[in-house]
C-alpha cells in the first residue's frame, strides 16, 4: 500500500508542521481512524485517511501556521488542541489528575484504544503523561472485568447443545458464535489489550500472543455442522482459554472439570475462574460492585448509551 498512515502523519509534522512552530506544543496521531491503530491499508486510503497532526498548545486562542492542502498525495489536516479539551471531549472529564474506578466503568475499550494508540510525535506539554495514566485498567478493576467475562460464557455453554437438541441448529450456531466473541474478549482482557470496534476486532485479535493457538480453535466452533461437533469445539476452546488464565499466575491454578449440568446429556467445560479471581479484589469500591452479580455487560451498556455526557447516567449503574 505505499507509505503507511503513521509513517505518512510522522512526515507530515517533521517536514510541513513541526519546522514552523516556535510555542511549545504536542503533536501526535491519536484518536480516530484505522490509521492510528495500525490497521489502515490500501483501502483505507480512501475514507479519512488525511497527513494528519493532533496539534496541542496551551493557549485555545492561538492561530495555527498555514499548511498545504496535500502532502505525499493526501490531503492534509491539522487539528489544534488543548490537552485538557482534548480529553475533555474524547472522554467527558480531564483524566489528567487521574482516574476514579467510577470513570473506568463509563470508558469503551474501543475509545480507550484509540487515546492510547498511535504515535507521539513531539511532547512539551505531557500529552504522554495523561495517555499513560489511561494505558489500562487498575488491577482490581481489571480482575473485576475478567470475572464478569467468564460469567458471560459458563452460563451460556450448555444452550448451544440445548438449542441443537431440539432441532434449532441455527440457534445453537448462533449461541456458539455469541461464546467466540466471549472467549476472545477474554483474551483482550488476560492479555491487557482494550479490544477495538468489530472492523477490526478479529484482526487485533490475530495479533494478541495467544491469537495463533486459539484462532484454529475457535474457527472450529464456528465451522461446526451439528451440535454435538460444537459442543465438542466450544470445551476444547474454553479450556485453552482456561490455559492463557493460568499461564497468567494472577490466582493460583484453576483446576477444570466437565460438567453436565442439571443432568442433562449436554457437557461443558468449567473452572471457577470467578470465584479465584474474586478473591484478589481489595479495592473497597470494585469489591462492593463484585460482591453484585457481575453483570459482564457494562462494555455493551456504555456502547449503546456512550457520548461524553452519558458518564452520570452509566455511573447510576454502579453501586
Excluded at 140 to 146: E, F, G, S
Aim: net charge negative; with cysteine; glycine share 10%.
Amino acid at each position: 500500500m505505499g507509505i503507511s498512515g503513521i509513517e505518512l502523519c510522522r512526515r507530515f509534522y517533521a517536514e510541513v508542521v513541526g519546522p514552523q512552530l516556535t510555542v511549545p506544543h504536542s503533536a501526535a496521531l491519536i484518536g480516530r481512524g484505522s490509521e492510528v491503530l495500525g490497521f489502515d491499508d490500501a483501502m483505507s486510503a480512501d475514507h479519512n485517511c488525511e497527513a494528519r497532526v493532533v496539534l496541542f498548545v496551551g493557549d485555545p486562542s492561538w492561530t495555527p501556521p498555514e499548511v498545504p492542502g496535500e502532502f505525499l498525495g493526501r490531503t492534509t489536516l491539522l487539528e489544534v488542541h488543548t490537552v485538557s479539551g482534548f480529553f475533555t471531549e474524547q472522554l467527558g472529564f480531564d483524566p489528567s489528575a487521574g482516574l476514579r474506578v467510577e470513570d473506568w466503568f463509563t470508558l469503551p475499550e474501543q475509545t480507550l484504544r484509540m487515546l492510547t494508540a498511535g504515535e507521539v510525535f513531539h511532547d512539551d506539554l505531557g500529552l504522554q503523561a495523561v495517555r499513560d495514566r489511561l494505558t489500562y485498567y487498575p488491577d482490581d478493576v481489571w480482575h473485576y472485568l475478567l470475572i464478569s467475562a467468564w460469567w458471560r460464557v459458563h452460563p451460556e455453554l450448555n444452550l448451544a447443545g440445548r438449542a441443537g437438541y431440539v432441532g434449532d441448529e441455527l440457534g445453537s450456531a448462533l449461541i456458539g458464535a455469541q461464546l467466540v466473541e466471549d472467549l476472545m474478549r477474554l483474551c483482550f482482557l488476560m492479555e491487557r489489550q482494550y479490544a477495538p470496534y468489530s472492523k477490526w476486532f478479529g484482526a487485533a485479535f490475530a495479533r494478541l500472543t495467544c491469537g495463533p493457538e486459539l484462532e484454529p480453535i475457535l474457527h472450529a466452533v464456528l465451522r461446526a455442522d451439528g451440535w454435538q461437533d460444537r459442543e465438542k469445539a466450544l470445551m476444547a476452546a474454553y479450556e485453552a482459554v482456561a490455559g492463557v488464565h493460568n499461564r497468567l499466575g494472577i490466582t493460583a491454578p484453576v483446576e477444570l472439570g466437565i460438567e453436565q449440568m442439571w443432568g442433562r446429556p449436554f457437557k461443558v467445560v468449567w473452572g471457577d475462574f470467578p470465584g479465584a479471581l474474586s478473591a484478589t479484589i481489595t479495592d473497597p469500591t470494585v469489591r462492593a460492585i463484585a460482591d453484585r452479580w457481575p453483570v459482564g455487560g457494562i462494555d455493551r451498556l456504555r456502547t449503546v448509551l456512550w457520548k461524553p455526557a452519558d458518564r452520570p447516567t452509566i455511573a447510576t449503574f454502579l453501586p
